[in-house]
Every structure is written in structure tokens, then in C-alpha cells.
């Protein structure tokens, strides 16, 4: 299967007092069409800046894609020219944020939010779009679609948002669609619903999906395939069973530890069970010294972590991570 | 409308088909209408008009017209409002009056309005040299005291009402360009912004139909603040003898050469100046109910 957008070796740079900061450091991965690849890592790690990359959505000055490519179907969208890109843009690559309850805009009704899109990108005209827009809302399951046409966002909640969201970006029938945390404002139960949506969605339409996320668990639940970001790099990629099973990075190990799980909770006599949590903070990426840049929040760091940067490594089929030891990390 | 919404805001029954923007309008003004206060500005604003057109059907004497033997008469019969120094029917006057006093005040808003936000939207949305370049310019201008500029602009051109407009709206174009681009700033680091960016929209799309209607209520509460502040600085320039010559009347200049007489024949100043006043209070109202109308979010809507 051939992928659909492929990074290669992106690198996105932000010019600040305090120096360089390499927000994106050579990040490469794909995705497949119809595939779901999630994009795990904590605040800081660069996963957000990767995918405003992609659509050249980083605000320049201060932000610059300085090296590496983006393909998609072997276009390089690094290089194409600002109106093909804005071309693309919501028709073949689609983005979904974080916040529902301030990325629609208040003054323009839901069903015109829906339209603008399908008018600028397939021609539509106003009615027939309105009408595309009213089937979207019946794809993403928002009832008495017809009458929330012409509703504001304010008179919604912030699930219903985040719906009306995923049906402005699926509106053209995009081919990739990047979802940025889509679920980190919204209530757990909420969450299971988004998540199920946009899983239901793609089997629907064949949409490859980037899903960017802190969460393990939301990645356990949707991804085929899984890609760790650490401090603007990859540091670990694999399919989504193997990574859980034998992961081959301290920095994955960490994260899965620190997700709460209830059983575990309930072993512990007396006191609940303290959480395990990762020391110490993301690097400041305008002061990444040499070496790996979790040497010092590793348990298993040694001197070679110190001085020289591991490079990414096929461990085996599919399976790479940045890590001169080898896996259990138990 | 399903049950979960906080405002009962009136949704379209689902009977309603897809309409175009008259119906809209028409729907949205009468929604307007549904406020009291709404109707009562809008209808004094409406009558301030009217009145401005049918100036020389209602007025019983001619502007001009002179009678020393009936100078400074007090309001009464035939002189509804009294006469001036010069035996000129006040009432006449202020109607013919707000002729000039209101082209001038809405047609230097509407100047100030049109060019300061389309600058000041510039200004803010590219931001960068752009931004630098447009507002020391605009901080140049706002350096030299409007009524000097004013005064420079209106000596140079001559004193009629085009030089006086385009004099008092260089001013105006600063003051609205500020308070736009300040918007303009704020509103464009919203997250919908970058959302319609990743949605393909072009930057002008952008601008018009996302940013600037989020930017409308303060552009809109001071398009109506300016309004009567025009028509003051009109009487300024009068005063100083490069506003509106005599006899043409303002309400402006009628109040500044009353001045003379307040003691014993306040009536001159008393009329133009209660009709600027309702004028003020109109356009005020006006603007305020316009301002919480357009914003959908607004909680005093119904």
C-alpha cells in the first residue's frame, strides 16, 4: 500500500530572542490510505507544530519549515505555490483542533460555517451546499439537523462543536484527515463518542487519519499504527500491538506506566497505589545539548546517552526507536 | 430545536425552506423591532432625516430672512423659537440647520468608517512592515491637534461643506483605524481563524466574512460616539470662521453664536442644542441596539 502523505526528514524552526528553537528536528512518517497513525507524545514535543507543517499552517515570522519534505501524492507541499496549497487545504487534507468551543466562528451560523467550504472548494452553489451541510450533520449524528443549520455555535455544546467540526473538514471528502487532539477539552464520555465517530467516518469514507494525541488510551483505541514523538523527534514507531507489547523506548515505557489503571488501584491495600509519572520536564528545545535528549530523565541513561545521540533503528519488522539499550525496560 | 440549547433564541420550523438574504433581512429586522428601545431610536433617527429632507416644505420663513424689528424676540407667535439678534426664525434655522449638521456628521463618520477600518483591518490582519508603516502614519496624524489640522485643511481648500467633511475625516480615519486594527488583533488569534486557514479560505474571505463582523461592536459604538462629536467640532470650526459660513445655518454655529445672548435670550443656543442632544441620544441608542442586535450571542436579543 502506498501512503497517502509521507514526512520526510521535516524539520520547522522558530526564530526567538533566546535563540533557535527546533520545534520539528527530522521527523519522518506516513500514512496509508484509510489508515489511522497516532502521533503520541507530551506538551512541547513538537506533535502539534509537525502537523500545522503539513498544511504550512505555521504562523511565519516567527515559525519556518527549514528543511525536509512533506509529500502528498507526490506533490511536496513545502514547495508548491500559496494558492495550490490553500487548494488543498480542507479539500484533500483536513484539520480538526482541540478546542471546540472557540474554533467556530460566532457571528456565522453552523449551516453557513458548513457551506463555506463545499462553495470554495467544489463549486457548490449556496443552496446546494447548505444542503451538503445538512447531510454532514446527519453523518456526524447531530439531531433535527435541518433546524441547527441555522443555529449559532454558542447554543451548542461543546461535543455538538466538535461534531459540527469533523463535518466542516469532512465536507469536501478529504483524503487525510489530522486530527489535533481532538478529544483532550472534551469529557471522558464525550470523548468515547468523537473518537467512535471519527473511527466510524473513516471506515465510511476511507479517510487516512493522523491522530495527534497525549493519550495512550485514545491511541490504544483508534490507531493501526503508532508514531512517538520526543522533544521534536521520533523516538519510537511501530504498529499499535506490538508498541504495547514490547515497547522499545524508556520514553514509551514511561508513558504507558503513568496511564492510571484501575486494577492496579484496587491491588494496592490501604493506600491507592501512587501513580508513576516521568521526572523532570520536556527539554527547553532552544538548549538541546548533545546526546539523546531523554538522557536525562531516563533511568537507564549511561555515558554513551551522554555523549552521542542515538539514531533511529529498525528493531525489528516495522518496529524503530532511537535507544542504544535494549528492550524490557522493566 | 432540540432540548439541550440555553437560549431560547427562535429557530426556523422545519417546514422553513432555504431562503435568500431579503427574507433574512426582513426576518432580522423585525427581530429588531421586537425591542422597544429599538423602535424609539430608530424612529427619532428616522424623523431627524425626514426632518433634514423636508426642511424647506416645513419651515415657515426663509433661512436668511432678516426682520431687526422683531430681533431677539423670545419663542411665540410667529416665531415658534424665537428670532436672533438679526430677527432670523430660530426655527427655521434649526430645521435647515440639521440639513447641514447631519450631512456633514454622517458623512464624515461614514468617510472615517469606510477608510479607518479598511486601513486599520490591513494594518492588523498582515501585521508586520505593513502594520509599522500604516500606523506611524496614523500616529503622525494623531500628533497634530485635530481642530489645527482641521483649521490647515479648511484655509487651504476654502469653507465649504466637501473641504469641512474631508478635514474633519482625516481625523475620524485615525480614530476608527485604532480601534480596528486593536480588534482586527485580537480577533485574528482566535482559534476559528485558524481554522478557516486550514479550511483553504483566502485571506480577503477571511478578513470580511470572519474577522471584522467579530470586530463590529466597538467599531459600531464608536461610529455613533463620533457622530455627535462631529457635529461639535463643525461648530468649532464655525466659531474659529472656517466651519459652515453665515448665513447658512448648523446646529453647531447656531450654538456658538447664541453664546453671546444666554443670558437674555437663551432660546437661540436652547433649540439647536436640544435637537443635537436628541440627535445624540438617537444615534447613541441606535447604535448600542444595533451593536447587541448583530451579536448573536447577545442575551438581550429577546
Known amino acids: ?330 | 430545536m432540540t432540548g439541550s440549547t440555553r437560549t431560547e433564541i427562535p429557530m426556523p420550523s422545519d417546514e422553513m425552506e432555504y431562503r435568500g438574504g431579503w427574507s433574512l433581512f426582513a426576518e432580522s429586522f423585525n427581530r429588531f423591532l421586537e425591542l422597544k428601545l429599538n423602535r424609539f431610536s430608530l424612529g427619532l433617527t428616522l424623523f431627524f432625516i425626514v426632518l433634514a429632507i423636508l426642511a424647506p416644505l416645513i419651515a415657515p420663513f426663509p433661512y436668511d430672512a432678516v426682520d431687526p424689528a422683531r430681533g431677539l424676540s423670545a419663542p411665540g407667535w410667529p416665531h415658534l423659537m424665537g428670532t436672533d439678534q438679526a430677527g432670523r426664525d430660530i426655527f427655521s434655522r434649526v430645521l435647515y440647520g440639521t440639513q447641514t449638521s447631519l450631512s456633514i456628521g454622517l458623512v464624515t463618520v461614514l468617510l472615517g468608517l469606510v477608510a479607518g477600518v479598511s486601513l486599520g483591518a490591513i494594518s492588523g490582519y498582515i501585521g508586520g512592515w505593513v502594520d509599522e508603516v500604516i500606523m506611524r502614519i496614523v500616529e503622525i496624524f494623531m500628533s497634530i491637534p485635530g481642530i489645527v489640522m482641521a483649521l490647515a485643511l479648511v484655509s487651504v481648500l476654502g469653507p465649504s461643506v466637501p473641504s469641512i467633511i474631508l478635514a474633519l475625516s482625516i481625523r475620524r480615519i485615525t480614530q476608527f483605524s485604532r480601534v480596528a486594527r486593536g480588534s482586527v488583533l485580537s480577533v485574528k488569534s482566535q482559534d476559528y481563524v485558524m481554522a478557516c486557514h486550514a479550511l483553504g479560505m483566502s485571506n480577503a474571505r477571511i478578513v470580511f466574512a470572519h474577522v471584522l463582523p467579530n470586530c463590529i461592536g466597538p467599531i459600531i459604538v464608536l461610529a455613533s460616539v463620533l457622530l455627535g462629536n462631529v457635529i461639535l467640532t463643525e461648530s468649532t470650526l464655525s466659531f474659529l470662521g472656517m466651519g459652515i459660513q453665515e448665513p447658512t445655518p448648523s446646529w453647531g454655529t447656531m450654538i456658538a453664536k447664541g453664546n453671546e445672548f444666554l443670558t437674555f435670550a437663551p432660546w437661540i443656543s436652547l433649540f439647536p442644542g436640544l435637537f443635537l442632544f436628541l440627535t445624540m441620544i438617537a444615534f447613541n441608542l441606535l447604535g448600542d441596539g444595533l451593536r447587541d442586535h448583530l451579536d448573536p450571542r447577545g442575551g438581550s436579543v429577546v
Open chain 1, 1 to 330: 500500500m502506498s501512503p497517502v502523505l509521507e514526512l520526510k526528514n521535516l524539520q520547522t524552526h522558530f526564530e526567538t530572542r533566546s535563540g533557535t528553537v527546533r520545534a520539528v528536528d527530522g521527523v519522518s512518517y506516513h500514512v496509508n490510505q484509510g489508515e489511522t497513525l497516532g502521533v503520541v507524545g507530551e506538551s512541547g514535543c513538537g506533535k502539534s507544530v509537525t502537523s500545522l507543517s503539513i498544511l504550512r499552517l505555521i504562523p511565519n515570522p516567527p515559525g519556518k519549515i527549514v528543511g525536509g519534505s512533506v509529500l502528498f501524492e507526490g506533490e511536496d507541499l513545502t514547495q508548491v505555490p500559496e494558492n495550490r496549497i490553500r487548494a488543498i487545504r480542507g479539500k484533500e487534507i483536513s484539520m480538526i483542533f482541540q478546542e471546540p468551543m472557540t474554533s467556530l466562528n460566532p457571528m456565522m451560523t453552523v449551516g453557513n460555517q458548513i457551506s463555506e467550504p463545499l462553495i470554495r472548494h467544489l463549486g457548490l452553489t449556496k443552496k446546494d451546499a447548505l444542503d451538503r451541510a445538512r447531510e454532514m450533520l446527519d453523518l456526524v449524528h447531530i439531531p433535527d439537523s435541518k433546524s441547527w443549520l441555522s443555529g449559532y455555535p454558542h447554543q451548542m455544546s461543546g461535543g455538538m462543536r466538535q461534531r459540527v467540526m469533523i463535518a466542516m473538514a469532512l465536507a469536501c471528502d478529504p483524503k487525510v484527515l489530522i486530527a489535533d487532539e481532538p478529544t483532550t477539552a472534551l469529557d471522558v464520555t464525550i470523548q468515547g463518542q468523537i473518537l467512535m465517530l471519527i473511527k466510524e467516518l473513516q471506515e465510511k469514507l476511507g479517510t487516512a487519519v493522523v491522530m495527534i494525541t497525549h493519550d495512550l488510551g485514545v491511541v490504544a483505541e483508534v490507531a493501526d499504527r503508532v508514531v512517538v514523538m520526543y522533544a521534536g523527534r521520533k523516538v519510537e514507531e511501530a504498529d499499535i500491538h506490538t508498541l504495547f507489547e514490547r515497547p522499545r523506548h524508556p520514553y514509551t515505557v514511561g508513558l504507558m506506566t503513568a496511564i492510571p489503571r484501575l486494577d492496579q488501584i484496587a491491588e494496592a491495600d490501604g493506600d491507592p497505589e501512587r501513580l508513576t509519572e516521568i521526572p523532570g520536564t520536556v527539554p527547553l528545545l532552544s538548549e538541546l545539548q548533545p546526546g539523546c535528549a531523554f538522557k536525562d530523565r531516563c533511568a537507564f541513561a549511561t555515558e554513551r546517552c551522554g555523549q552521542q545521540a542515538p539514531a533511529l533503528e529498525e528493531k525489528s519488522k516495522g518496529h524503530w526507536a532511537a535507544c542504544w539499550h535494549e528492550a524490557p525496560f522493566q
